[in-house]
């Protein structure tokens, strides 16, 4: 029986190894093929002619499936160490994606240092994302939060050994990027079907988009003095230094590169002293301290508490914050100057800055939670 035994044994090791497997390649239910097909159906985002064009990756084209992938990743606690917290728990969509507070608390109760940003118009940000500008591209913005302490929290082995054994995600992931195994799930298609979605998020259906570019409709007299108080140009006060050096239409951002400013909110004695540098922790410019991305206004009646920090809660206090021209610091913006507002021009400039509400963004189901 021995002899027989050491026949055997080595005949059917030569016809395993023969076959080309190993002991260690044995397939692993995370790396089993996957079964469906992969037909990309290419989708083209639907801009009108008065806003600016689409920046989309030529590595990263927005697809159906990618698009869906992106939307139920961007949903799903999944990614968080805990699974209580996804991306929409800091950006709701009644309120443009933000969360309405002053800093978000992530899954280990720790509070970050800064306000949750909007979501919208994303796709026509080039480059810079974050309020200091960190993450070079939307994908790479993605993959940050998933394992910061004070977000998610989360490793990405962790998540995609989750995502390769949940019954669902594989079959996705094969339908967006036409992936053969479980184990070529990444954490880069992770994120790039997550910047598909938020690209898709697009706000241009407000009355000041109906009003001044569709021709529809009327601005009312309060509304029509705060526009014209708003866009330097057209200001009635000489000292008044135009909202618009800043938020240019028709984003109300500014989406050129180095769109970071110290819009005077600390009273430091030097450029070395503020509290968060930044845009200055990422470039090592301390003339860079204290400077924040300038962001969109638009849904901005949605968006409070406001500020890199959310110190205002009112769109009253930020005007009062503007009025009083900030502290003198070396870097300041050179708009940061002290003007007049008396409470009627308060009054129409809030009621401008509301016209830039999109309610059907806000309400957009393609654009909800698919678990609900």
């Not at 044994?9 to 030569?14: E, Q, S």
Request: aromatic share 10%; glycine share 6%.
């Amino acid at each position: 029986m021995r002899k027989l035994l050491l026949i055997i044994l080595p005949i059917a090791a030569a016809i395993y190894f023969a076959a080309g497997c190993k002991p260690d390649e044995v397939p692993q239910p995370t790396d089993e093929l996957i079964a469906g097909e992969y037909t990309p159906q290419p989708v083209s985002l639907n801009i009108p002619s008065w806003m600016p064009q689409p920046v989309i990756p030529e590595d990263n084209p927005l697809t159906e499936a990618g698009i869906e992938l992106g939307r139920r990743l961007f949903y799903d606690p999944i990614l968080s160490s805990d699974s209580t917290q996804s991306c929409a728990s800091c950006h709701r969509q009644e309120l443009a994606f933000t969360d309405g507070l002053a800093v978000s608390t992530g899954v280990l109760g720790i509070s970050g240092r800064r306000s949750a940003m909007a979501l919208d118009n994303l796709a026509f940000h080039v480059r810079e994302f974050f309020w200091d500008g960190r993450a070079n591209s939307l994908e790479e913005q993605a993959l940050i939060p998933v394992e910061d302490h004070t977000e998610m929290n989360e490793s990405w082995p962790n998540v995609l050994d989750k995502l390769r054994r949940h019954p669902h995600y594989p079959r996705r992931f094969r339908q967006a990027f036409g992936i053969e195994r479980k184990s070529q799930i990444t954490k880069e298609l992770a994120a790039k079907a997550i910047a598909q979605f938020e690209r898709t998020l697009i706000s241009v259906n407000s009355r000041y988009d109906d009003v001044i570019w569709r021709n529809q409709g009327w601005y009312t007299d309060e509304e029509e003095r705060g526009r014209q108080l708003f866009f330097f140009e057209e200001a009635q006060q000489l000292n008044h230094p135009g909202c618009s050096h800043c938020h240019f239409a028709p984003t109300f951002g500014n989406n050129s590169f180095n769109t970071y400013t110290n819009n005077g909110l600390d009273n430091v004695p030097n450029i070395d002293a503020f509290p968060d540098k930044g845009r200055g922790e990422v470039t090592g410019n301390r003339f860079d301290n204290g400077k924040f991305r300038v962001v969109s206004l638009r849904n901005i009646e949605l968006t409070a508490p406001y500020m890199h920090d959310g110190r205002f809660q009112t769109l009253e206090e930020v005007l009062d914050h503007y009025t009083r021209g900030g502290h003198g610091v070396e870097n300041e913006d050179v708009n940061i100057l002290p003007f007049s507002l008396s409470a009627r021009d308060k009054q129409d400039l809030i009621a401008f800055l509301k016209t830039l509400t999109d309610t059907t963004f806000i309400n957009n189901p393609a654009h909800s939670d698919p678990f609900r």
